[in-house]
């Protein structure tokens, strides 16, 4: 078993549709939780950070931590054709003193104009 | 503020010849951050510097890959020989410590090896 899911998709809504974006993991000790978006033949751009459980909100963009079901979200509000890219998941958990980062396989998504 | 930078974009080689990756981090982070990230899939890391010090390479296959980052850096990651299965994209990043959770990607290297 993976340490993170992520369903890749692809997903498609119409312009204006809320999107709804999510993993689940299975490491309780991942303590950081991150959401990146990918264009294609870019590298990752870090969306939004999260340490603890709950909401936090940037903009058109609501990241979501449930730690007792293992489950995070990243919700898009009034969506645009250029949020069509792939959104990778991101958690990190330390090891030996240090960091350590894993991703999901993202997912891609279509906004459709 | 200049972001990560790679070279070259693209590289196309044969199998059995060596390749190398060249990356330049934000001024002033001392983490860097050298992933694959194979089609349909999230970057796997390979390895991770913390200014000149290797401290996690355990991903990384030794018996082809090897990198380095003199002077704590620019960094450059090479394989040698190279198989068909290296083909990916190869991406750097830094934070500007250790474990920051604000890592700033590269716009990769895509690698195709025929």
């Known amino acids: 078993q993976k340490e993170v899911e992520q369903d890749p998709g692809p997903l498609s809504v119409p312009e204006g549709a809320i999107v709804s974006l999510n993993c689940t993991y299975s490491?309780?000790?991942?303590?950081?939780f991150m959401w990146y978006r990918q264009y294609s033949r870019k590298g990752p751009e870090l969306l939004m950070y999260?340490?603890?459980?709950g909401n936090k909100e940037d903009g058109r963009f609501t990241a979501q931590v449930d730690k007792s079901s293992k489950y995070i979200s990243l919700f898009i509000r009034d969506s645009q054709p250029s949020d069509s890219a792939t959104y990778l998941c991101?958690?990190?958990?330390?090891?030996?003193?240090?960091?350590?980062?894993?991703f999901g396989t993202g997912t891609r998504l279509k906004v459709l104009a | 503020e200049a972001g990560v930078v790679q070279s070259p974009r693209y590289k196309i080689i044969e199998k059995k010849q060596p390749v190398a990756f060249w990356c330049n981090p934000i001024?002033?982070?001392?983490?860097l951050y050298w992933y694959r990230q194979n089609l349909g899939q999230g970057p796997e890391l390979l390895i991770r510097?913390?200014?000149?010090?290797?401290?996690?390479d355990s991903q990384l296959p030794k018996d082809r890959f090897s990198a380095e980052r003199l002077k704590g850096v620019d960094s450059t990651l090479k394989i040698q020989p190279a198989e068909l299965g290296d083909s990916a994209v190869y991406l750097c990043?830094?934070?500007?410590?250790?474990?920051?959770?604000?890592?700033?990607f590269g716009q990769g290297t895509r690698l195709t090896v025929v």
């Open positions: 990043a830094s934070t500007p410590r250790e474990g920051g959770t604000e890592a700033f």
């Open positions: 510097y913390e200014n000149e010090e290797a401290v996690d």
């Open positions: 001024s002033g982070h001392n983490t």
């Open positions: 991101a958690m990190a958990r330390t090891t030996s003193g240090t960091y350590k980062y894993i």
């Open positions: 999260t340490y603890s459980s």
């Open positions: 490491n309780s000790a991942f303590q950081y």
